[in-house]
C-alpha cells in the first residue's frame, strides 16, 4: 500500500494488506487525524500472465484505487516487475538537470574535460539513481546510452552528421559508458550487502547521543590475519585470478590452512637471494669509459673471447660500437685473440658460424663479416618521411576501395590533342585534373583529419600531391586549385615541379600542405598497388599501368562483341574516421564517369 507521504505497507497475502490498513486508520483517527481514501492506492504485484487476480482492497466499506506502478523514493515500481516507467523517468531527471546547466555544457570557452567532470558530478548521478538494482534489459541500456549520447554531442558541438564516432567523443569528455558505470555501482553495493551481518537490517530504531561520537571516513573495516604466502614478492607470470595468499579471520584458522586450500596451485618458494662475486672481466668494464654495448660488438666479443678493458668505445654516450671491436682485432692479427670459450655449444646457427670462422683465417672472417650487409646513411628527409609514414600506418585506419577504368578514350583524347593542337599532355595530368574535378563533385573525400579537435574538416580548395622520386627521398609537390587550371597549365606545373624537387629546391609552400595525393607507377611494371595515407590527409590514390585486355564491347550496331580495351587499375586508401565506404564509392563513380566522357575535364 502507498499512501501520500510515501508509506508503503507490504504483505503477502490481501487479507494481511486490509489489516495492517486497518491498523493505521484507527491509530491516526485516535490521534485527530484522518486517512485519505482518495490518495490511497495499492498495488498488485503479478509477474505472471496466467496467475488470476486475488481481488480488491477495501478500507472500510470503501474499495480503495488500484494502480498500476507506484512512485516511491524517487523510484517507480511497476506490478509487472518491469523497469521501463523506472528508466523513462530517471532519463527525464536527467535531461531536467542537463537543461538547468546547459549554459555552462553548451559553452564552447569552456574545456571538454571540465565540462565531462560536471557532466559526471550533476547530470549522471541524477539519470543513474537507484540504477544498481536495476534488473536491465538490452533495449534500457541502449535508452539510456542514446540520451547520454546526445547530451555528450550537444557538449562537445557534435552532430550526427560530423560522423565522429560515440568512443572519440567519450575520451574527449572523458565519460565512461553507461553500462560500465551501472555495473560499478552494482559491484559496489554488492561489496556494501556481503559486508553487512545478517541481522544488519534494521528492525528496530535506538535514538542515540552522537554528539561525541568521531564519525569514520570510508566502508567500514575488517580485521584479517596472514595465514598464508602463496605467491611471493616479485614473482613473475602471475595470472588473472591466481591466488596470491590466504587470509583468516581468527588466529585459530591458521593452522587448518592446508595444500587442500590452494586449489592446485603451487606455492612458490621465496629463494634467499646470494651475492655472487663479479668476475675481474666484468670489473674491467666497468672501470673504461664503455656505458652500453652494441649488438654487433656483444656477438664479435663473445666470438673472439675479447676482454673488455681493452677497447675504448667511439659511440655516443660511451656505446661501444662494432668498429670499435674490429679495429681491435684488426690491429692484433684476428686469430690470436680467439677464446677456447668459441667452442662450447649456443645455438645451432651460432655453433656453426664459430666453426667456420675458427677453420679459417681472420682476414677471411672480417670479409665475410664485413660482406654481409652494408650501413645505409639515410638522410634527414628520409627519417622524417620514415618516421611519418610509420605514424600513419599505425593510428590511421586505412580501408581500400578499388577499380579499373578504360584507358582508350583517354589515350585517343591525348593524341588529338598532340596532333591538332599541338597541346602535349601526359596520362598523370588528365589523372590530375580528373581527380580535382571528381573532389569538386564529392567534398567530403576532400578533408584532413585534426588530431588536435578530434574532428574531421572538409576542405574548400583542391590542392593536389604528387609523389615525385628523389634521390633524398619522396617528395609530394604540389598543384594548388588543380579544378581551376587546364590540362596544359597542370602539364607545365607539374614539369617544372618534379625538376625543382629533383633538385632540392622545392620551397616550403610548394610541398607543404595538399588535400589530396596521387602515388603513379604506371610508368612501371605495376598492375596495381596499395599506397599509405599522407597525414593529415585522408585520401590518396594510387595508379597502376594500363594492360590490354578482352573483354564485350558494344558496336554501333548495339550488339556485344568481343573487344580488345586498355584498362588501369585505380586503388583508393582512405581514412575511415574521415570518410566511410559509401563516399568513396562515389568519389570513385565519380572519377570513372570523367575518364569516360573527357569532354567534362575542358569544361
Not at 146 to 159: I, K, N, Q, Y
Not at 194 to 210: G, N
Not at 317 to 323: A, E
Not at 420 to 440: E, F, G
Request: glycine residues 6%; aromatic residues 6%; proline residues 4%.
Amino acid at each position: 500500500m502507498l499512501f501520500a507521504d510515501d508509506i508503503l505497507l507490504v504483505d503477502k497475502t490481501k487479507e494481511g494488506v486490509e489489516g495492517k490498513l486497518e491498523v493505521w486508520r484507527s491509530t491516526l483517527e485516535s490521534k485527530g487525524f484522518r486517512l485519505s481514501r482518495s490518495k490511497t492506492e495499492y498495488m498488485e504485484c503479478n509477474f505472471s500472465s496466467n496467475r488470476p487476480s486475488k481481488g480488491i482492497v477495501t478500507l472500510g466499506d470503501r474499495v480503495i484505487n488500484k494502480s498500476t506502478r507506484f512512485r516511491y523514493l524517487g523510484s517507480i515500481v511497476q506490478s509487472d516487475g518491469e523497469i521501463d516507467g523506472d528508466v523513462i523517468s530517471r532519463i527525464q531527471v536527467g535531461w531536467l538537470k542537463w537543461r538547468n546547466a546547459s549554459g555552462l555544457l553548451c559553452d564552447r570557452k569552456v574545456p571538454l574535460k571540465l565540462k565531462g567532470k560536471f557532466y559526471k558530478m550533476v547530470v549522471k548521478p541524477a539519470m543513474l539513481y537507484g540504477a544498481e538494482c536495476w534488473p536491465l534489459k538490452e533495449k534500457h541500456n541502449t535508452k539510456l546510452c542514446v540520451a547520454e549520447m546526445r547530451m555528450l554531442r550537444w557538449m562537445s558541438g557534435f552532430t550526427l552528421r560530423d560522423r565522429i564516432r560515440n568512443e572519440h567523443i567519450r575520451e574527449k569528455v572523458g565519460v565512461a559508458p553507461v553500462e560500465d558505470k551501472i555495473r560499478e555501482s552494482r559491484l559496489r553495493w554488492f561489496g556494501q550487502i556481503k559486508r553487512r551481518p545478517s541481522d544488519d537490517p534494521v528492525r528496530k530504531v535506538e535514538v542515540l547521543d552522537l554528539t561525541y561520537v568521531k564519525k569514520g571516513r570510508g566502508r567500514p573495516k575488517k580485521t584479517c590475519y596472514l595465514a598464508k604466502i602463496i605467491t611471493p614478492e616479485g614473482s613473475k607470470d602471475v595470472r588473472v585470478g591466481q591466488p596470491i595468499a590466504i587470509t583468516v579471520e581468527d588466529l585459530d584458522e591458521i593452522k587448518d590452512i592446508s595444500a587442500e586450500t590452494l586449489n592446485g596451485f603451487k606455492v612458490k618458494e621465496e629463494k634467499p637471494v646470494q651475492y655472487v662475486e663479479p668476475k675481474e672481466q666484468e670489473l674491467n668494464s666497468h672501470r673504461t669509459n664503455i656505458s652500453r654495448f652494441s649488438p654487433s660488438a656483444k656477438l664479435l666479443i663473445a666470438e673472439h673471447g675479447i676482454d673488455v678493458s681493452s677497447l675504448k668505445a667511439s659511440g655516443p654516450r660511451g656505446t661501444l660500437l662494432k668498429g670499435d671491436v674490429l679495429a681491435l682485432i684488426k690491429g692484433r692479427g684476428g686469430s690470436q685473440q680467439i677464446s677456447q670459450s668459441s667452442d662450447k655449444k649456443t645455438s645451432t646457427s651460432v655453433h656453426s658460424f664459430k666453426q667456420t670462422a675458427a677453420s679459417s683465417s681472420s682476414s677471411e672472417t672480417l670479409s665475410r663479416i664485413t660482406a654481409a650487409y652494408e650501413d645505409l646513411q639515410n638522410s634527414q628527409i628520409r627519417k622524417v618521411i620514415a618516421k611519418r609514414l610509420l605514424e600513419s600506418k599505425q593510428n590511421t585506419p586505412h580501408f581500400y576501395l578499388s577499380s579499373d577504368v578504360i584507358l582508350d578514350p583517354l589515350l585517343a583524347f591525348r593524341t588529338e590533342l598532340r596532333e591538332q593542337h599541338n597541346v602535349k599532355v601526359s596520362v598523370n595530368d588528365i589523372v590530375i585534373k580528373a581527380v580535382a574535378l571528381a573532389l569538386r563533385n564529392v567534398p567530403e573525400a576532400n578533408a584532413y583529419w585534426s588530431d588536435e579537435k578530434g574532428e574531421a574538416t572538409i576542405l574548400r580548395s583542391i590542392d593536389i600531391s604528387i609523389a615525385v622520386a628523389t634521390e633524398k627521398g619522396l617528395m609530394t609537390p604540389i598543384i594548388r586549385n588543380a579544378d581551376e587550371k587546364t590540362l596544359s597549365a597542370i602539364s607545365s606545373e607539374v614539369k617544372e615541379l618534379a625538376e625543382r624537387a629533383r633538385n632540392g629546391k622545392l620551397k616550403p609552400e610548394q610541398f607543404q600542405g595538399g588535400t589530396f595525393s596521387i602515388s603513379n607507377l604506371g610508368m612501371f611494371p605495376v598492375d596495381h598497388f596499395c599506397a599509405i595515407i599522407n597525414p593529415p590527409q585522408a585520401c590518396i590514390l594510387a595508379v597502376g599501368r594500363g594492360n590490354k585486355v578482352v573483354e564485350p564491347v558494344k558496336g554501333s550496331d548495339g550488339i556485344e562483341k568481343p573487344g580488345v580495351v586498355t584498362k588501369m587499375s585505380l586503388k583508393l586508401s582512405a581514412d575511415h574516421r574521415v570518410i566511410d565506404a559509401e563516399i568513396g564509392g562515389k568519389f570513385l563513380g565519380s572519377l570513372s564517369s570523367n575518364f569516360s566522357d573527357l569532354r567534362r575535364l575542358l569544361l
